[in-house]
C-alpha cells in the first residue's frame, strides 16, 4: 500500500508550523494553537523531503525576498469554500480587502458573514493569504492563527 500523506514541521517568526501534503500537493499549513487546526490523518508520515520546495519559499516569504507562491494546493473543503480560498489567492501581497468586498468580488454580496466563516476554515494559511481580509472598518477580525500572527503577517507585507 502506497502511503499518501505526509508533513513536516518547520520554524517560523510565527512559530512552529505544520505542513501537510499528498506528496503531490500541499493540503494543509497550521500554526500552533491554531484554531479548526485537524489532526495528523492517521498513517500520516514525517517526511521533509515531500515538502522542499514549500519550506524554501516559505523561507524566502519570511526573509522578504517572495511575493508569490508557486506551491501545488489541495486544501479540501465545500465548493463556496474553495470559490473563496481561491479569491483569498487573488488578493495581491501587502494589499488588504474587506469580507464585504471578498463576498462582492465572487458574486455573493450578501455573504460576507459566509466568507468570514470559509476564510476562518482557510487549511492552508499564508499561502492562501486569509490574513489580508479585515472587517469593514478595517479593522483587524478573527484569525485563526491569532490575532497577534494575523497583525505580524500584514506589518511584515508592509514593510516591503
Given at each position: 500500500m502506497i502511503n499518501n500523506s505526509y508533513y513536516?514541521?518547520?520554524?517560523?517568526?510565527?512559530?512552529?508550523?505544520?505542513?501537510?501534503?499528498?506528496?503531490?500537493?500541499?493540503?494543509?499549513?497550521?500554526?500552533?494553537?491554531?484554531?479548526?487546526?485537524?489532526?495528523?490523518?492517521?498513517?500520516?508520515?514525517?517526511?521533509?523531503?515531500v515538502f522542499v520546495s514549500v519550506r524554501d519559499q516559505l523561507a524566502a516569504y519570511f526573509a522578504g525576498e517572495l511575493q508569490h507562491f508557486d506551491v501545488p494546493l489541495a486544501g479540501i473543503g465545500t465548493q463556496f469554500q474553495q470559490r473563496v480560498w481561491q479569491a483569498l489567492c487573488e488578493i495581491p501581497y501587502g494589499v488588504t480587502e474587506s469580507y464585504g468586498a471578498l463576498a462582492a468580488r465572487i458574486g455573493k454580496p450578501s455573504a460576507s458573514r459566509a466568507v468570514g466563516m470559509a476564510n476562518g476554515r482557510n487549511p492552508i494559511g499564508i499561502i492562501v493569504p486569509c490574513h489580508r481580509v479585515l472587517g469593514a472598518s478595517g479593522a483587524l477580525t478573527g484569525y485563526g492563527g491569532g490575532l497577534e500572527r494575523k497583525q505580524w503577517l500584514l506589518a511584515h507585507e508592509r514593510r516591503r
Amino acid at each position: 500500500m502506497i502511503n499518501n500523506s505526509y508533513y513536516s514541521e518547520v520554524d517560523s517568526p510565527l512559530g512552529v508550523l505544520t505542513l501537510t501534503g499528498n506528496g503531490d500537493a500541499l493540503t494543509g499549513l497550521y500554526m500552533t494553537a491554531q484554531k479548526h487546526r485537524p489532526a495528523l490523518p492517521l498513517n500520516c508520515v514525517h517526511d521533509d523531503n515531500v515538502f522542499v520546495s514549500v519550506r524554501d519559499q516559505l523561507a524566502a516569504y519570511f526573509a522578504g525576498e517572495l511575493q508569490h507562491f508557486d506551491v501545488p494546493l489541495a486544501g479540501i473543503g465545500t465548493q463556496f469554500q474553495q470559490r473563496v480560498w481561491q479569491a483569498l489567492c487573488e488578493i495581491p501581497y501587502g494589499v488588504t480587502e474587506s469580507y464585504g468586498a471578498l463576498a462582492a468580488r465572487i458574486g455573493k454580496p450578501s455573504a460576507s458573514r459566509a466568507v468570514g466563516m470559509a476564510n476562518g476554515r482557510n487549511p492552508i494559511g499564508i499561502i492562501v493569504p486569509c490574513h489580508r481580509v479585515l472587517g469593514a472598518s478595517g479593522a483587524l477580525t478573527g484569525y485563526g492563527g491569532g490575532l497577534e500572527r494575523k497583525q505580524w503577517l500584514l506589518a511584515h507585507e508592509r514593510r516591503r
